[in-house]
């Protein structure tokens, strides 16, 4: 082999392999996040996806009942977001075992001068007296009194006095407004045996839909829309159950023990539990664990109209100043949204 033959070089220079790690180190920067961001904002529009679906069919499965039905939101104990999603239903009013039930009361004032209506016999109102067996009432169920005229609500746990629904708080619970006064509702009459019936609030039902991948409902930044504008369920709220009729419509809320009535739109908001916090440390370009979740893009509001019990979803609005401003997409998409 002739000494003098020569061989092409292969392989990298050093400078060669230094300006292809600069630009590895380039697009890692620049992507990476970028995928990360976008990884984020699919776990959270498909954890949205789902519960719109659950919210739908538990919309689906009362149309056409008597009995009204919905889905109940069950935070984790001691935090202001829900994992799990039930469904929700209302049991069949009850009106007396065998016989028909019947009580007696007084007319009488609470501890703040408000009228009542004291049952007196056969002794509280979740009893059936002599026919035998118990029926659960707790504040906040509603009671209607020879199957005619208003409900009145259950404002003691032992069951034994009543209200107007005029608001105002029993025992600690803020119960439902209807806008009940002793002008336009008249009182069952004092002293004379009435039939009654017991509607009682929701009960959970069937398989829950758990969220996974770190995706919640904030139950602290959801709310309703109410005469003073959007209602954020607060923190600490306690379970809640949105319950529609037979038309598919909105009817009523239970937060906790409260019963309310909404008048307008249903906001969840869906997003990463660890924004879901109390008090998160303030919003920064650079940490995308602090601020509120709906200041972030990659969370999504859900909206459930108040007509037709139809829901919607839309993303956040993105640089939000206001959990209002964030709302701006998901009001669009609806019908009646209480602006």
Not at 62 to 86: H, I, S
Not at 92 to 116: E, I, K, R
Not at 189 to 208: D, F, N, W
């Amino acid at each position: 082999m002739s000494p003098n033959l020569s061989y092409r070089r292969r392989g990298m220079t050093l400078v060669e392999l230094m300006v292809v790690v600069a630009i590895i180190g380039i697009l890692s920067v620049v992507v990476l996040p970028l995928l990360a961001s976008s990884s984020e904002g699919r776990k959270t529009r498909e954890a949205a996806r789902s519960v719109v679906s659950y919210v739908a069919r538990s919309q689906n499965r009362v149309l056409g009942r008597t009995e009204w039905g919905g889905f109940w939101l069950a935070p984790v104990a001691g935090t202001n977001y829900a994992l799990d999603l039930f469904l929700a239903d209302v049991p069949a009013v009850y009106q007396g075992d065998n016989l028909p039930t019947t009580v007696t009361g007084s007319s009488a004032t609470d501890a703040n001068g408000n009228p009542v209506f004291v049952i007196t016999s056969p002794g509280t109102i979740a009893t059936t007296g002599s026919i035998g067996g118990m029926v659960t009432g707790s504040i906040g169920d509603l009671v209607r009194f020879d199957a005619t005229g208003p409900w009145y609500v259950l404002s003691s746990s032992a069951g034994t006095t009543i209200a107007l629904r005029a608001g105002g708080t029993f025992s600690g619970v803020v119960v439902e407004n209807a806008n009940q006064t002793t002008l336009n509702t008249p009182w069952p009459t004092a002293k004379v045996a009435h039939t009654y019936e017991l509607m009682r609030q929701p009960i959970r039902s069937g398989s829950p839909l758990t969220l996974a991948d770190g995706r919640c409902v904030d139950v602290a930044q959801s709310g309703y829309v109410s005469a003073s504008g959007f209602t954020p369920f607060g923190n600490n709220p306690g379970s809640i159950a949105v319950l529609f009729d037979g038309t598919g419509r909105l009817r009523q809320m239970i937060v906790g023990a409260s019963r309310i009535t909404p008048t307008g739109a249903i906001f969840l908001l869906v997003g990463r539990a660890d924004r879901a916090v109390s008090s998160p440390a303030s919003y920064s370009v650079s940490d995308d664990s602090t601020g509120y979740n709906w200041q972030y893009a990659d969370s999504y509001w859900i909206g459930i109209d108040p007509l037709t019990g139809v829901t919607k979803v839309a993303e956040c609005t993105p640089n939000a100043g206001t959990v209002l401003d964030s709302q701006t997409y998901i009001r669009s998409e609806l019908l009646a949204t209480g602006r």
